[in-house]
Structure formats: C-alpha cells, structure tokens
C-alpha cells in the first residue's frame, strides 16, 4: 500500500506558474512509477505526467510537452510538478498517482493509487 499527498495547488495568474509536491508513504520500498493527472469539470481524468522510479523516463501529454516538468526525489519520497506558463486551460483538479512497476503508462487503470487531488484555478 502506497499512500499519496499532494499540496501546492491554488490560484495563479494566466502565464503563471505552480509546483505540485506529492509525498508517498507507506510501502515505498519496491520500484514504483509515479504519475500526474488531472481533470476539469465536465471533463474525463487525463494523463499530465509520469515518471520512472529510476527518473530515467518521462513521458507527457502534448498539451503540457515543453511547459510541465516532473521529477523525483526517491530520498524524500516525493514527485514533483513543475508546471510553467500556465493558462485557463490547465484549471483542473491535479492528481499523484502510482503503481508498481518500471513502466510509465498513460492510462488511469494502470496506476492502482491515488492521492485526493489539489486544485490549480488559472485565472486570465
């Protein structure tokens, strides 16, 4: 069992930007790949971001490709999202998640833990 905290979320001037922590606890031992989403109302959770446990693969969708940075800090237990030149169309509820494995999927069956969400409001 992997628990998941996210915080940093909040109200950001369009252009603006955030970073999103999200600390893991609990079983944290074993290899695991981490994972951002988000979702928007009225709108299906997409896939923002992941990470492999080792850091040596990324993959992001081509929405945030070139302005959302993830990464990690296996020390800490904690995946960060750098997001940067932020616009009204990245409001959403922001989620970590993980799932155990060396892989980065995109798809929100794969990952078997989530965290409670932090809001991100990006006003224009």
């Known amino acids: 069992q992997v628990q998941l905290v996210e915080s940093g979320g909040g109200l950001v001037q369009d252009g603006g930007s955030l970073r999103l922590p999200c600390a893991a606890s609990?079983?944290?031992?074993?290899?695991?790949?981490m994972g951002w989403f988000r979702q928007a109302p009225g709108k299906e959770r997409e896939f923002v971001a992941g990470i492999s446990w080792s850091a040596g693969s990324t993959n992001y969708a081509a929405s945030v490709q070139g302005r959302f940075t993830i990464s990690r800090d296996n020390a800490k237990n904690t995946v960060y999202l750098q997001m940067n030149s932020l616009t009204p169309e990245d409001t959403a509820v922001y989620y970590c998640?993980?799932?155990?494995?060396?892989?980065?999927?995109?798809?929100?069956?794969?990952?078997?833990?989530w965290g409670q969400g932090t809001q991100v409001t990006v006003s224009s």
């Open positions: 609990g079983r944290t031992d074993s290899s695991y790949t």
């Open positions: 998640a993980a799932r155990y494995g060396k892989c980065v999927i995109r798809t929100n069956a794969g990952y078997g833990y």
